[in-house]
């Protein structure tokens, strides 16, 4: 069955960096892309990205740009999230998602909290 | 962008009652290969959200025929008929035909009275 299983949560400091991973299973990794969705606390889904895990070329919704680094190991069908420069307004879960227009299925999400 | 707007943005639904759920985008959402790239997600309390339909009203696999989705254009529905405990979270609608950037609904929660 197809599955996208999260590392674990993240308690970092502001300016440093967190790199969350995404390990999906169940079908050919490089068939389907990558979505990267954030949720702050108690709020609502904001889409970051997607990255096209034939090429490895990531794509970033505005408000992304600059700190925010997709990437893949295809090897391993793994997928990463690098934030760079912490802040605390980055503290949220961090959702791995399959399909480009599909989001049909999910990783259990990752919580990063940033806090000094 | 396209803004998803979801009224109400909250629901108190007794047991075994029906509820619906509206989505309006701020513009047409029929894509020029004639679908409509209209999704919903239920999000229960802890868990990350899971597709219950998608392409406006095809239900994925394992969800209850309680739920339906419908609608076209600009205007989309949710409907959960009979209303079981399980359902109470918040419910998104997400459009995927106008992007970048994907574009979701502000959620609406539902509980039970």
């Known amino acids: 069955q197809v599955q996208l299983v999260q590392s674990g949560s993240e308690l970092k400091k502001p300016g440093a960096s967190v790199k969350v991973s995404c390990k999906a299973s169940g079908y050919s990794f490089t068939n389907y892309a990558i979505n990267w969705v954030r949720q702050a606390p108690g709020q609502g889904l904001e889409w970051m990205g997607w990255?096209?895990?034939?090429?490895?070329?990531?794509s970033y919704a505005q408000g992304f740009r600059g700190r925010f680094v997709f990437s893949l190991d295809t090897s391993v069908s793994t997928a990463y999230l690098q934030i760079s420069i912490l802040k605390a307004e980055d503290t949220a879960v961090y959702y791995c998602v399959r399909g480009l227009v599909d989001f049909d299925y999910w990783g259990q999400g990752t919580l990063v909290t940033v806090f000094s | 962008d396209v803004v998803m707007t979801q009224s109400p943005l909250s629901l108190h639904v007794t047991l075994g009652q029906s509820a619906s759920i509206s989505c309006r985008s701020s513009?047409?959402?029929?894509?020029?290969?004639?679908?409509?790239?209209l999704n919903w997600f239920q999000q229960r309390p802890g868990q990350s959200p899971r597709r219950l339909i998608y392409k406006v009203s095809k239900r994925d696999s394992g969800v209850p025929d309680r739920f339906s989705g419908s609608g076209s254009g600009t205007d989309f529905t949710l409907k959960i008929s009979r209303v079981e405990a399980e359902d109470v979270g918040v419910y998104y609608c997400?459009?995927?035909?106008?992007?970048?950037?994907?574009?979701f609904g502000p959620g609406t929660k539902v509980d039970i009275k």
């Open positions: 513009q047409s959402l029929v894509y020029s290969d004639g679908n409509t790239y």
């Open positions: 997400m459009q995927g035909t106008h992007w970048p950037p994907f574009t």
């Open positions: 990255i096209h895990t034939n090429t490895g070329n990531p």
